[in-house]
């Protein structure tokens, strides 16, 4: 065997390892015993303390001295770049840290989730600044004296730092700013969809949109938890969902949602299974895939067109008078608190407030005790009204527990790398208004699955965009087709 075969072969043991530590957070978040979160702490930790010595392992070093990469196809080349990028980040990292975080960061989820429930941030403030003196002392060991949030952004967004996302928001918000307040002053307001929905019928319907997005249930299942989210990738890809009986679109969406970051890790060349490359490129890229299939695809006026109708048959007359009033519901700007459930006009304006306050808080310019605060003061800000209670504030989502820091901006690079998608899409596919009309959306994914997916993180976040739509990122597909979709609703 070659040098890059035994590289290879180590490579992808460490990714099978890393697969099974994935599913020990998807049981914990879905199937685990409450009294079980002291063990599965101790359990990841143990699993990290693996990983970690397994990216940082001395031979990495002997086998990549001895490849000769020119020899290497693109995908060979690749593969050594996501190799060494992982070890280089192992060498910096002490283990004992690493498995500090996976340790306290499986606990303290469960502490989130209690505080959630009480409404009581002070309970869960503890464990926070924990995890926030954790994350910043490994900010301190990767960063070499640069920017700890830049350096913890480039797990999630490798080749972008906070400033440049600082510009991209500075270009968004005056106009999504204008038009939220452009449609809530407008005189014609969709109606709002009420009434109670069974959860049985909502999960059933879910399940049929997400086999309508092409999500193959022979290697996925679909479970219930707080926070939707999706877990795996190659042949053993998993989400959840979450219901309402007072608001389905919250069951249809998340899943739909969920099913753009399944279809993802699905549609990549089964080559790349658990290789380095044989995941999506970044987590921009991957939310790229699921606000596409939630917004531009499954909130178009075509695909709710038939929505409608699925729910009519399934849980009889709805409150809307036709498709189209349907297709304004589904639409419809709201205030609200909650980040997940947020239009796609504000949906932006949430994740601007959370960066910030991530930033300084990795910065050391904001202390987890005064976060509550701070957050409230912004939110209020930002969006006019006061935080009520801290499950709707900031205690709503789960991501600063598991120290996810660096991780939101991705939310709102993923809806402009979709902006950009859908511009491309549509060039590309003239007649996907009428196969979304029929609940087919077979042309767009298999266009996204062919442009993009299958090529895993062959390429990095910003070529991976730019090889499937042939055009530069830019924040200016997005905004466009928010302001004429927005528009079109409100004013014509």
């Known amino acids: ?54 990216r940082n392992d001395p031979r990495i070093g002997d086998w990549l001295e001895a490849i000769d990469e020119s020899a290497l196809d693109d995908a060979g080349r690749a593969q050594i770049r996501e190799i060494r990028r992982a ?53 301190s060991a990767l ?41 809530l002053g407008a005189a014609n307001q969709p109606e709002i969809l009420v009434g109670n929905w069974a959860e049985k019928k909502q999960l059933k ?78 987590m921009g890229v991957h939310e790229s895939q699921s606000r596409i299939y939630e ?18 048959k399934r849980f009889g007359k709805t409150p809307a008078s036709d498709a189209d009033a349907f297709y304004r519901m589904v639409n419809r700007l709201q205030k609200g608190f909650i980040r997940t459930e947020a239009d796609e006009v504000q949906y932006n304006l949430h994740i601007m407030l959370r960066f910030d306050l991530e930033r300084r808080l990795i910065g050391g310019q904001l202390d987890v005790a005064d976060l509550e605060t701070a957050w409230n003061e912004r939110f209020a800000a930002d969006f006019g009204y006061a935080v009520d209670k801290a499950s709707n504030g900031v205690l709503q989502d789960v991501h600063w527990s598991v120290g996810l820091f ?23 596919v003239p007649e996907l208004d009428k196969q979304l009309g029929q609940g087919d959306s077979s042309a767009a994914t298999t266009w996204l699955s062919d442009k993009l997916q299958r090529y895993g993180s062959l390429r990095t976040p910003r070529e991976t965009i730019e090889h499937a739509t042939g055009k530069p990122v830019s924040v200016e597909p997005l905004l466009a087709y928010l302001e004429d979709k927005f528009d079109g609703i409100y004013f014509r």
């Not at 020990?24 to 685990?32: A, I, S, Y």
């Not at 640069?146 to 968004?172: K, S």
């Not at 709102?412 to 590309?428: E, F, H, T, V």
Request: negative net charge; glycine residues 8%; hydrophobic residues 40%.
């Open 87 to 139: 070890r280089d980040r192992a060498a910096k990292v002490p283990v004992a840290l690493a498995a500090e975080l996976a340790r306290v960061t499986s606990a303290a989820q469960g502490k989130w989730a209690e505080a959630r429930a009480a409404n009581d941030f002070a309970a869960f403030q503890p464990v926070l600044e924990e995890v926030v003196k954790l994350r910043r002392e490994e900010a």
């Open 143 to 183: 960063a070499d004296g640069g920017d700890l949030y830049d350096a913890l952004l480039d797990d999630y967004e490798p080749g972008i730092t906070g400033g440049d996302i600082q510009t991209l928001f500075d270009a968004m918000r005056p106009r999504l700013v204008t038009l939220r307040d452009k449609a």
């Open 406 to 428: 660096g991780y939101f901006p991705t939310y709102a690079l993923g809806n402009i790398y979709a902006g950009c998608l859908y511009d491309a899409l549509q060039s590309d």
């Open 205 to 282: 319907l879910s399940t049929k949109l997400a086999k309508s997005f092409g999500y193959d249930l022979k290697h996925g299942r679909i479970d219930k938890a707080v926070h939707p989210f999706s877990s795996g990738s190659g042949l053993d890809v998993r989400i959840t969902t979450r219901t309402s009986e007072g608001d389905p679109f919250n069951c249809f969406y998340s899943t739909i949602h969920e099913v753009g970051h399944a279809c993802y890790e699905q549609n990549i060349d089964t080559a790349y299974l658990l290789t380095p490359i044989g995941r999506g490129a970044s």
């Open 295 to 312: 917004n531009q695809l499954g909130r178009s006026r075509a695909f709710t067109g038939w929505l409608f109708d699925q729910m009519e």
């Open 1 to 54: 065997m070659s040098a890059f075969d035994d590289l290879m072969e180590f490579a992808r043991d460490t990714q099978a390892l890393g697969e099974v530590a994935g599913r020990l957070g998807w049981d914990q978040e879905t199937v685990m015993p409450e009294g079980g979160a002291p063990q599965r702490a101790e359990e990841m930790a143990a699993m990290e303390k693996i990983l970690h010595a397994r």
